[in-house]
């Protein structure tokens, strides 16, 4: 789940809209990568950068027409 407050929301562009709100990552998914910036301290910039390039099918399909 993306969480952005409403008027920050409203003022983005529709593609973005679209864009993350494909993004589902999943429980599991999500406290892999908490752990990961929490306890093994990765940045979180790190984090996300490794996952999708561990995941290119799904980062891809966010980003489909």
């Known amino acids: 789940v993306v969480v ?3 008027e920050t929301w409203d003022q983005l562009p529709l593609r973005t809209q679209t ?5 589902h ?8 990568l ?3 910036m929490v306890i093994d301290q990765v940045p ?3 984090v996300a950068q490794d996952w999708m390039k561990a995941n ?10």
């Open 19 to 23: 864009v993350l709100g494909r993004i």
């Open 4 to 6: 952005v407050r409403k």
């Open 34 to 36: 908490e752990r990961r």
């Open 44 to 46: 979180a910039e790190k």
């Open 56 to 65: 290119p099918e799904l980062v891809e399909a966010w980003f489909k027409i």
């Open 25 to 32: 990552l999943g429980i599991q998914v999500a406290t892999e």
